[in-house]
């Protein structure tokens, strides 16, 4: 299956109902979690062997994902990516702030 195949895309508005969609939730939950030490070091420790192209490029995916989300009708994508561009944006200001 492709990531945007009809069968594992919701339709607008639709609730999750499987447990494979909550686990997704607690994953993206944990993974943005996981970040949090990337973002306290570039800040307090300097941007030495961070990579901005990385960085700027995973912001502009979770801005590309917020519009599809928003488009779609499906908060679990755009409540995610709101979480995801928060967490890039504070990479990406630390190391053009720190660098």
């Given at each position: 299956m492709q990531q945007c195949d009809p069968r594992i895309v919701?339709?607008?508005?639709?609730?999750?109902?499987?447990?494979?969609?909550?686990?997704?939730?607690?994953?993206?939950?944990?993974t943005m979690l996981m970040t949090i030490p990337q973002v306290v070091s570039v800040w307090r420790d300097g941007a030495g062997g961070v990579s901005l192209a990385s960085w700027v490029t995973f912001l502009a995916s979770s801005v590309a994902?917020?519009?599809?989300?928003l488009r779609r009708h499906d908060a679990t994508i755009w409540m995610v990516c709101i979480g995801w561009i928060l967490v890039d944006g504070?990479?990406?200001?630390?190391?053009?702030?720190?660098?």
């Open positions: 919701r339709q607008p508005g639709a609730s999750p109902t499987t447990g494979f969609e909550r686990a997704l939730r607690w994953i993206a939950a944990i994902w917020l519009v599809y989300g504070a990479v990406v200001l630390g190391i053009l702030v720190k660098g």
